[in-house]
């Protein structure tokens, strides 16, 4: 018997492999080799009911729990012939509170099996079953603890990342795709399912509706809401900034497509992924057009969300952003990023709607652990405390140069940094158009050349006053902290200017 699972994938029940979608396949091997008689008929029966009607991790993680059971039974008997309550009494009773946590979904397996009155398992389960007590596993811990490894990222880290992500897509050291896969996940939280899921019809030029600081409106397909693909929506807007790295990689993508099949329609591309399996894209280059079109309507040449998790976090590794938490390279993945973006959310004084409309939840259940455990004031950043971060942040990523002469553009004059009272701090090496407000944004540049004997323990002073004079008017340590990067990095200018001076006398 074939059916189709919820996400339109054709399967054989009898056969040994069931492929729910791009990113679950299920192994059946074991139910041939563990399960007799009525029991394989009942199980096959409601495990496919479970594959058209429930999402394919679901379906993943209910039959994942029937066969930890199963094997249980098996250690006793070859074959297992029916589930009775004496059965699954015996089997809670070995796993541990942490392991009970996760019998919920198979819980609601049986209780299925038992109202579709399918064969192998006896009807007083039911009752047994629903006398258990167990939940599931304890949500919104790392937010609670604010964990340094799980949790959400501080200040300082977010902007450690985000500044080293734009950094190395400016030198090229990140490609177009691994950047825009990254920066779409830190800025918007998006599950990377649902970056999967995108297809290049999906990224629109706003229209006179939205507000002029949007660049860039992305439908993201919804997801874990109980619909189908594809088939509900939400908008994301990106600035005009972090539009134009995603149209340039919609561009492409575009060309990479028409190289393969240059027959191919406008309307045909734009059903392509933002993000192609370029290894099957490649491997369907011989079929007809009309198989072609079909599979590009599909999720056939889309990503697996595995690979996105996997890209992003060989991303983040290969920018080794410091954290001033664990002393270590900060380590990200997609859920951590989406904590953030709530927590920054919270930070910010939004209520628990909103938040949830920025997770893309159907409600706010989910979303009071962040209002209810907004992070505690921001600790004040004066000098001494600057000096001990700096090693660890590392915030400042140019070059100190002895003096000017020595600096890339040092002879030019309109390079030279200045800062509030008129005096040169440093040079700028960049070429190429900069709107950045200097000297604030210079020290946490790549491109900033800062001189040896130039006096930027004045501006420290000035940026730790002016932090005091912002906390005293607006009475909010978040906005207070705005410059709380660029006042370590001015830091770590003077511990390195101080360093390089002692290593010149010692060497005179």
Not at 1 to 15: A, N, P, Q, W
Not at 75 to 102: F, G, K, M, P, Q
Not at 132 to 137: A, L, N, P, R, Y
Request: net charge positive; charged share 30%; glycine share 6%.
């Amino acid at each position: 018997m074939k059916i189709l699972s919820r996400e339109g994938y054709e399967l054989d029940v009898e056969e040994a492999v069931w492929v729910l979608s791009r990113d679950v396949t299920i192994h059946l091997e074991w139910v041939r080799e563990s399960l007799d008689g009525e029991l394989r008929d009942g199980f096959l029966s409601v495990a496919s009911w479970y594959a058209s009607k429930f999402a394919p991790g679901t379906v993943m993680a209910a039959l994942g729990g029937f066969r930890k059971f199963i094997t249980f039974l098996t250690h006793r008997a070859d074959r297992v012939l029916c589930v009775d309550s004496i059965d699954l009494i015996n089997y809670r009773n070995t796993l541990s509170e942490r392991e009970r946590c996760h019998l919920p979904g198979f819980v609601t397996l049986l209780r299925h099996w038992v109202r579709l009155k399918a064969p192998g398992i006896d009807r007083d389960v039911l009752n047994t079953i629903c006398a258990w007590k167990d939940k599931s596993s304890p949500k919104g811990v790392a937010v609670r603890t604010r964990c340094s490894k799980k949790g959400p990222l501080s200040q300082l880290e977010y902007e450690g990342l985000t500044d080293r992500l734009v950094q190395a897509f400016s030198d090229r050291s990140v490609s177009l795709g691994s950047y825009v896969l990254a920066d779409f996940l830190v800025s918007t939280g998006r599950r990377p399912s649902q970056l999967g899921d995108l297809k290049l019809a999906d990224i629109k030029r706003p229209d006179g509706s939205v507000q002029e600081e949007c660049g860039l409106v992305v439908l993201v397909p919804r997801r874990k809401q109980a619909c189908t693909w594809r088939s509900e929506f939400k908008p994301a807007y990106l600035t005009h900034e972090k539009a134009a790295p995603m149209l340039e990689l919609v561009e492409h993508t575009t060309r990479r497509m028409r190289r393969f099949w240059p027959a191919l329609s406008k309307d045909d591309i734009d059903q392509a992924p933002l993000f192609p399996s370029w290894r099957t894209v490649r491997r369907a280059r011989g079929l007809p057009l009309a198989e072609v079109r079909q599979r590009l309507r599909s999720e056939a040449f889309h990503i697996r969300t595995a690979t996105i998790t996997a890209r992003l976090e060989r991303t983040v590794a290969r920018l080794e952003v410091p954290s001033e938490r664990t002393r270590k390279s900060l380590h990200v993945f997609p859920l951590r990023l989406r904590r953030t973006v709530a927590t920054r959310a919270a930070r910010e004084g939004l209520g628990t709607v909103v938040i949830a409309e920025l997770l893309d939840h159907t409600d706010d259940q989910n979303a009071r652990v962040y209002t209810e455990n907004v992070p505690e004031h921001v600790a004040a950043i004066d000098a001494a405390v600057a000096a001990q971060l700096a090693p660890i942040v590392q915030a400042f990523s140019g070059m100190l140069v002895d003096k000017e002469a020595e600096a890339l553009r040092g002879n030019d004059i309109a390079s030279r940094i200045r800062c509030d009272s008129g005096s040169n701090v440093g040079t700028c090496g960049s070429f190429g158009f900069c709107g950045a407000i200097a000297p604030l944004a210079c020290y946490t540049c790549k491109a900033f050349q800062p001189w040896l004997d130039a006096p930027h323990r004045e501006v420290m002073d000035r940026l730790v006053q002016e932090r005091g004079r912002i906390r005293t008017i607006t009475m909010d340590d978040s906005i207070a902290a705005i410059n709380d990067r660029t006042i370590i990095a001015v830091s770590q200018v003077i511990c390195l200017c101080e360093q390089r001076k002692t290593e010149l006398r010692d060497h005179d």
